[in-house]
């Protein structure tokens, strides 16, 4: 094959087809994800609009790898060569890739918690949970979105992956310019949480992304100024440090004070 006058290797044009159509898939499967999250937080679990994830756009990896995995098992393990039984076949892929999808959160989490000190999400009050980042509940929805996807969305996948792979050079400018914006986003990211771990101030403390977002809401709301949904780390009054402290501050005086409860509990016994 040649592109521009340049002659493509066989094995290299299989290997770029691939790599194109999972990062498609990525991207895809990211912006979902964005959308899901932002209703599921509006209607479900915070009761108001919250922008989801780390990222400054409207991209959540997390997604994306849960997207280009969903495919990337179902379109290259041969699955129907398990056994001779085909719903034998299709409960072990089901499992494989729910287990998959909840590997993949409890590693992403574990990058987060140990290695940034930040916590994205937090499954501390589900019962069963392993260290709030991943737990029975949320597994099981990863397992039935595993199952909607073999059962009804597998062939439309495969279908959509080979249209990328036989579309995979009109692609990869569009899928090379999103990627260089990610890195972009993901550098900028990278700097609002150097600023938040410098306002937390507690290096043991592990911050929540997520209550910093509703914390600076908050207290903006206090001056009746209105923080931007789509950038809730921006403000033209620029009081996230003192947001940040003041949310800390509560935090010891509700610790010494159920602290001092204990205390006191413990002598009366």
Known sequence: MAVDGLSIPPMLKCSMEIFITLLTFFFVGGLFGFVLELFFRRFVSQKRWVKPGFLAGPFIPLYGFGFAVLYAFDAFIPWESISGMGWLNTIVEILVLGVALTVIELIAGLIFVKGMKVRLWDYSKQPGNFMGLICPLFSFFWLVGAALYVLLLGKPFLTVGTFFMDNWIALSYPIGLATGLLLCDFAYSMGVLRKLRAAVKDP??????????????????????????????????????????????????????????????????
Request: glycine residues 4%; charged residues 40%.
């Open 204 to 269: 043991r403390f592990v911050a929540s992304w997520e209550k910093a977002k509703m914390v600076l809401q908050d207290y903006y709301q206090k001056f009746k100024k209105k923080q931007s949904v789509l950038f809730p780390f921006m403000n033209k009054e620029n009081k996230f440090f003192e947001a940040i402290e003041e949310h800390m501050a509560e935090l010891r005086a509700k610790g010494q004070a159920a602290l001092g409860r204990l205390e006191g509990k413990e002598k009366k016994d």
